[in-house]
């Protein structure tokens, strides 16, 4: 397992997110709204981006280039 | 006989140049503080008060006097317990972070009473220390009778020995403001910054709150400490103003690094209990208003008049002041079992109340509160799981405080890697004081890196009674069970 750093969008926090390196990014984007479901609202269309680039949901964290205690962020409309 | 004003200076600046050694082995740079300048760079250093010994000690002991009073007629447990259950929980966040880190004060000062360069300077540091062992033992003193009836009070002594991310945050803090600062440092950052600077927010501010909920007991704990720190805060400013003559990048350095470093620290203390815990027909000002009047109109000033300018982060520290403490407060209630003081939700005329005070930023944080509301009305009252966290928290490298800087729209942090190891700071300005001492900085480990290394557990109950050393009896959750009138629950 991989950790790493995930922001959502409206939340007050950053939460450590455990991924696999086969999770794609949607996958990511699912287990970090999870994590911050009792503050946070589920987005319609959430967005990946690592490093200021917006990612394909589709693209594994390993293809990513995501290793240990990177970080990433999820956004999108409500 | 002589009068005062005759034998005072005679006593206070009792210096002389000593012949056998020379200064600098007398006063070890290590010790003492960079710049190391000659003596007679110092030799006009001098402060308001003036205070003799025997001055001292008569106005302490009636302090002590009219305390005690007051912890008799208002200090029982049954006093305690007539408070509203919100205001108690900021005397439990106040009386647990305050005493220890008083006592770090003590050993800050007694080094400036060993190594500061005039003799004046130490004899002011000396009742420093004599100050900030009376504020380790009035909490200590004032709580520990109340523990019986409630255990969450036990933390008063207790945080500070704890792994708990609240004390390895304070400790990261005190450790290096306090007890391992030398006096030029201590003095700059401590008396100037931390006491000359933030204080007041809790010793006046917070003294005006307690006051307006009817806690005698620590408006008058409050109001007896506060005449101290007025006192020996005067060591920062003359101090201070050597150093700008002599190493002005280092002075601007220290009063930006120690600004920041304090404003995170009253954010969580002084912000949670201004803007959360105290009921609201107590309130008199959000925590802005008060950092605005007590901090940022007088520190900026004070600045000014030393010849130093704002801090570089200070667009940063605006968007913080609207920010940063709601974020921590919403990201604490959410795992508040993780503290040893319960917390609420901020119900629809708080919410009103804190969107007038804080008109351009709640529009963001108010969603945050809209879902926990949402989530109590689904959940059966007490069932103070059903509404709280489960995942890792990530804190910061430097601060040690959870990442909860920058806007809800926008987190602010920041990573890092530099020798095959990465870093995560909350904020640039966390992240500019690592890079400057970064091998102070660089091996201490944050709980997200104590985990991983398999030195903290990852499981929450675990990491809350284990590592923490919390129990279900000790550990924060919502002071009302979620039971809340606005609460409509759906059968």
């Not at chain 2, 009073?69 to 439990?92: M, N, Q, T």
């Not at chain 2, 506060?226 to 601007?252: F, K, M, N, W």
Request: hydrophobic share 45%; charged share 25%; net charge negative.
């Amino acid at each position: 397992m991989i950790p790493l750093y995930g922001f959502l969008q409206g939340d007050s926090m950053g939460l450590l997110i455990m991924a696999r390196e086969d999770d794609t990014l949607g996958r990511l984007a699912e287990k970090l709204q999870s994590a911050a479901d009792v503050r946070v609202a589920p987005l319609k269309r959430p967005r990946v981006m690592v490093a200021g680039r917006l990612l394909d949901l589709e693209m594994t964290v390993a293809a990513a280039g995501l290793t240990a205690l990177d970080k990433f962020e999820v956004g999108g409309t409500r | 006989m002589l009068k005062r004003a005759q034998w005072l200076d005679l006593a206070r600046k009792l210096d002389w140049k000593p012949t056998y050694v020379s200064d600098a082995e007398v006063f070890p740079i290590a010790a003492a503080g960079r710049p190391w300048l000659p003596y007679e760079e110092w030799a006009g250093w001098d402060e308001p008060f003036r205070t003799t010994y025997a001055e001292y000690v008569a106005t302490q002991h009636e302090k002590e006097t009219s305390l005690w009073a007051v912890k008799e007629s208002a200090g029982r447990p049954e006093d305690f317990a007539k408070l509203p259950r919100e205001w108690k929980s900021a005397v439990k966040l106040h009386a647990a972070t305050l005493p220890l880190a008083e006592f770090a004060a003590v050993i800050g000062n007694l080094r400036a009473a060993r190594f500061g360069r005039t003799s004046a300077w130490r004899t002011t540091a000396l009742f420093g220390a004599l100050d900030e062992f009376r504020h380790t033992q009035i909490p200590l003193l004032l709580m520990n009778d109340l523990v019986a009836s409630d255990p969450q009070l036990d933390w008063t002594h207790r945080l500070y020995h704890s792994n708990n991310w609240v004390a390895i945050a304070a400790r990261h803090l005190v450790d290096e403001l306090l007890a391992g600062a030398n006096p030029i440092e201590f003095a700059v950052a401590a008396n100037f910054v931390f006491e000359t600077g933030f204080t007041n927010l809790q010793f006046v501010g917070l003294t005006a709150l307690a006051r307006q909920v009817g806690d005698r007991m620590l408006e008058k704990m409050l109001g007896s400490i506060q005449s101290d720190e007025a006192r020996h805060a005067q060591i920062g400013e003359p101090v201070l103003r050597t150093l700008v003559r002599h190493d002005r990048d280092y002075a601007q350095y220290l009063c930006d690094k120690w600004f920041w470093r304090s404003w995170l620290l009253f954010a969580v203390v002084t912000g949670f209990a201004m803007d959360y815990l105290t009921p609201l027909p107590a309130r008199t000002s959000s925590f802005k208003e008060f950092v605005q009047e007590w901090v940022v109109d007088q520190y900026l000033r004070m600045l000014e008049d030393v010849g130093l300018s704002r801090p570089w982060y200070w667009p940063a520290f605006e968007v913080a002041l609207n920010h940063y403490h709601h974020m921590v407060y919403a990201s604490a209630y959410t795992y508040r079992a993780s503290v040893w003081f319960d917390l609420v939700v901020p119900g629809p005329d708080e919410r009103r109340w804190l969107r007038q005070h804080y008109p351009g930023s709640w529009d963001e944080l108010d969603p945050i509160w809209e879902r926990i509301s949402a989530r109590w009305q689904k959940t059966d009252p007490g069932n103070d799981f059903g509404v709280h966290g489960t995942a890792i928290i990530g804190f910061c490298n430097l601060c040690q405080l959870v990442l909860c800087n920058g806007t809800p729209t926008k987190n602010s942090a920041t990573t890092m890697q530099k020798d095959g190891q990465k870093y995560i700071f909350c904020s640039e300005p966390c992240r500019w004081i690592f890079e400057q001492e970064q091998t102070r900085y660089a091996e201490h480990k944050d709980i997200v890196k104590r985990v991983l290394a398999g030195e903290a557990p990852a499981n929450l109950v675990a990491m809350l009674r284990n590592y923490f050393g919390l129990s279900f009896e000790t550990w924060g959750k919502d002071a009302y069970g979620g039971n809340y009138p606005w609460a409509t629950r759906t059968p």
